[in-house]
């Protein structure tokens, strides 16, 4: 399995008496915590914690394929829950991680749980602690890739729509390397999902508020409708998806314009014509009979013969 995130370490204060065997991490700064060089351990489960004093900890970033796989599954699977609902954030971050290992080598053993932890992950992805949510971003990648449409059946529906809000929030924020991660998770979320239900889930947010949010939206939709066949396209609505580039084209951030012309590329690629001159007849009859008159005429532009 490909690794999407980066191993970096970041390191934050807690309390932790423990003698690990000393070894340096980076430092990766984060704004909101307390920049601190400790020693460290890598305990094997995705997070390195370890202290030179009572408190100072390092949190190491571990990618997707260094995660191992846990010794007795079906024992530790019972206690989960228990741990991810702890007060002591650092064992919150244990938790996730777990689940990482868990979805990637026990998947099975997850699925009982699986709207709790996706739950767990939209708590910690609102949490202050940039450590605690960037571990938890890091893991809906990992749940992403291994359930990918499960995700979005009627029992974890909700859940993941919460996810999704939350990774579109998290995508659109000035932390950068918050922001880098959670692009990469909704990347893999768009590689990993079927684009048709995926596609309804993204126009619910196409017309967010925040500019920086209807951008990160484009972006998926764009990426979506470009592995959709015609037939896809068909079912979702050419119309209804037209409409919505063609409001894009006019946003405010040249990322959500960017990706507007994408899907109106796509959309135009899809359409069947031969020869060229009929596709484009096609084409510009369908685009004025389904936006105003001034979108119609900047759409049409994208793809027009130079």
Known sequence: MSSLQSNEA????????????????????????????????????????????????????????????????????SGLVEEMESKDWITVCDSLNDARRFALFHSVLLIPILEKVVLVLVKAMKNPRSALCKTSIMASADLFQVYGDRLLEDEFSLAFDQLLLQLLLKASQDKRFL?????????????????LPLLHKLKAHARHTNPRVRAKVATSISNCVKKMKPEELNEFGPASLVRMAADLLNDRLPEAREAARGIVISLYESFIGDPEIEKQESWQNFCQSNLPALHAQSTLKITSPQ
Do not use: H, W
């Open 10 to 77: 970041v390191p934050v204060t807690a309390t932790n008496t423990s003698q690990p065997i000393p070894r340096k991490f980076p430092v990766a700064a984060a704004d909101d915590e307390i920049m601190l060089m400790a020693e460290t351990q890598q305990n094997g489960n995705g997070v390195a914690a370890a202290a030179t004093t009572s408190t100072e900890v390092v949190i190491d970033y571990v990618l997707s394929a260094d995660l191992k796989p846990i010794p007795d599954p079906t024992a530790k699977i």
């Open 179 to 195: 922001c880098e991660e959670a692009e990469k998770s909704l990347n893999a979320m768009v590689q990993s999902f079927s684009a």
